[in-house]
């Protein structure tokens, strides 16, 4: 990847995309689409890389899709509005698209047949996690021209749904980054990853309650999906309770182990008698059902051999259950779910589970958010918090924004004054008053506001009566304007600032 970025238009890029969309057999019409959305984030992704800061180069983004396209997606299939009411259907097995006629949607689609596919996973919690996560990447995809045309910013994620797998997605990108968020969703231990990279960045005690409450929202979402998904939760509850009363009494259940482990080194023993020896393979090749349902013997081979691979993780296992250390390990384990389980049972039957869960997932995030403001020194860091908690701030969630939660009013003010309290020590920005709270009254808009470049923002305080008008302005245009009383000491101190255009960022 080089380091600079290239304009679509002009590097190859058009020229590379129209040879491989010729090379597929799509309509004129999907082709044109996929053309566009191209040509649209080249558009939007400079007030996109300002706005939100935490994000991928645009080479990466492009080259990304690119790659989607060229191997994930043989077939994009345009549907008439008119006529289905689902916007969008992805194949994974079989890499077809089927999408409303707009760019927004192919794009998202193409995102979505990307991302891995959660329902081949065994692990409950991990399952709903990557749930909740593969929707998220999807809707964070397509945001570059969802909500930037070149000239303005602004949300236009309309599916209350949608809102909320994006608003956690968007916790996590801002709390670990992009890449590497992406990185561990196609990784093996999604949760464990996740929560070590958490732990690396802002200690045991922030990353557990972060991830305690992410899990078990992600496993109410995942139950709110459907009948299906809350009975496969429930049953799971159940299975572990069992699990734990079979664990319970360690005698009986060592000597189970026992019995499934000698039952796995039989097998073991077996599948290897069959790969070292040709005639043994051939022999057993030769019985119709295997033959039909294999076709090749290299495919039964291959199957063979994915299957010593499962049996030697089954006898791994169970020689650690057998270590005294190990067994009290996985009892604590086993209590853990049965506890998260337990919680989300019953969190799941009262009303509005997820908007609460959603709001506690908030609290955790705003304070992993602190160890950020801590570590920040740099005035280039320091702006980019700024940009990013704005950003943050502006996320949409049901009818309304982030900053807007009424629940969370006491963690955003305290944090915004401290965010400003440092950048104000910091000559980062303009102190406008020595009271703290004054100061905060007139510089929080900053964290409100949708003008793209911050760095343009001026101020123009002007004497009205008894208070004072604070306009805020980008570059020559008002954006926002407020009256807001002082007292008298403060009042004329900030008198000597009024008729005087301010720069904020210093």
Known sequence: MKNKERLFSKNGYDTELETLLDE????????????????????????????????????????????????????????????????????????????????????????????PFARGIENIF??????????????????????FNGWSWNYSLDDNDGKIYNLIYQNLVMLIGENALEKIIFSKNLISNLNEKLKEKYG?????????????????????????????????????????????????YISEISVQYNKST??????????????????????????????????????????????????????KITNPFEYVKIKENIQNDVKLLSDIKVCYSRNNCIYKSLVDLQKRFIDCLYKKLEVYELK?????????????????????????????????????????????????????????????????????TGVIDLNKTTVKLENNGKKLKVNYFDENTLEYQKDLSFDKEDYKELLKKTGKTIKLFL
């Open 126 to 147: 991990e399952r709903a996690v990557l749930t909740v996560l593969e929707r998220g990447m999807a809707i964070n995809g397509v945001e570059i021209i969802r909500d």
């Open 204 to 252: 045991e005690k922030k990353s557990e309650g972060f991830m305690s409450n992410f899990v078990k929202l992600c496993a109410l979402i995942y139950m709110d999906n459907s009948e299906k998904n809350e009975k496969e939760v429930l049953e799971q509850l159940d299975s572990k309770n069992q699990e734990l009363y079979r664990i319970s009494n360690k005698s009986s």
């Open 380 to 448: 280039k860091e320091l702006i980019g918090l700024v940009f990013e908690y704005r950003y943050y701030n502006c996320i949409p969630i049901e009818n309304k924004k982030v900053e807007d939660i009424k629940e969370i009013q006491i963690e955003l003010r305290n944090i915004e004054m401290k965010l400003i309290n440092k950048l104000c020590s910091s000559k980062v920005l303009e102190r406008f008053s020595k009271d703290e709270k004054n100061n905060y009254e007139i510089l929080k808009y900053i964290f409100k």
């Open 24 to 115: 597929k057999k799509y309509t004129d019409e999907a082709k044109s689409l996929v053309l566009n959305t191209f040509y649209k984030i080249e558009n939007s992704y400079k007030d996109y890389q300002k706005t939100k800061q935490n994000v991928k180069s645009k080479n990466e983004i492009v080259d990304d899709i690119i790659e989607t396209v060229k191997n994930r997606c043989n077939t994009i299939e345009i549907l008439d509005p008119k006529e289905i009411k689902s916007k969008l259907y992805v194949d994974r097995k079989k890499k077809i698209i089927k999408t409303f006629p707009n760019e927004v949607d192919v794009l998202q689609a193409i995102y979505y047949i990307k991302t």
């Open 266 to 319: 039989k097998t073991l023993m077996k599948i290897d008698s069959l790969l070292n020896s040709k005639m043994l393979l051939e022999k057993k090749y030769s019985s119709k059902s295997i033959s039909d349902k294999y076709g090749d013997i290299e495919k039964y081979k291959s199957y063979l051999v994915q299957c010593r691979e499962a049996v030697q993780d089954k006898i791994s296992n169970y020689k």
